[in-house]
Nanobody
Framework: QVPLVQAGGGLVQAGGSLRLSCSAS????????MGWFRQAPNKGREFVAS????????DYGASVVGRFTVSRDIAKDTMYLQMDRLKAEDTAVYYC????????????WGQGTQVTVAT
């Protein structure tokens, strides 16, 4: 497991943008699959996006396709989530996570960061 530290988030008006980052306190190996999840009050955890560290292949949850972009900086062992055209329903605590491979469960989690979208 690799410790993950998140940054970013905060309060933004609907239609605005925010960027989250997730830095590893160690090397993210090429086999890793990195992901973003979120949890809104009184709701279950929702998949947001993922990126395969080896080749940058991405995947998105249906509710964020076309608005959010996940990316990585291999040299910095850091993953980003660019969130554009934010909506009130995007309000949640966002978590980043790491899995050892595509077939492994996510085992390392960031501390979470609050994103609040005001209308």
């Amino acid at each position: 497991q690799v410790p993950l530290v998140q940054a970013g988030g905060g309060l933004v008006q609907a239609g605005g943008s925010l960027r989250l980052s997730c830095s590893a306190s160690g090397r993210i190996l090429s086999t890793y699959n990195m992901g973003w999840f979120r949890q809104a009050p009184n709701k279950g955890r929702e998949f947001v996006a993922s990126i395969r560290w080896s080749d940058g292949r991405t995947d998105y949850g249906a509710s964020v396709v076309g608005r959010f972009t996940v990316s990585r900086d291999i040299a910095k062992d850091t993953m980003y989530l660019q969130m554009d055209r934010l909506k009130a329903e995007d309000t949640a605590v966002y978590y980043c996570a790491a899995a050892l491979s595509l077939t492994d469960p996510y085992k390392s989690w960031g501390q979470g960061t609050q994103v609040t979208v005001a209308t």
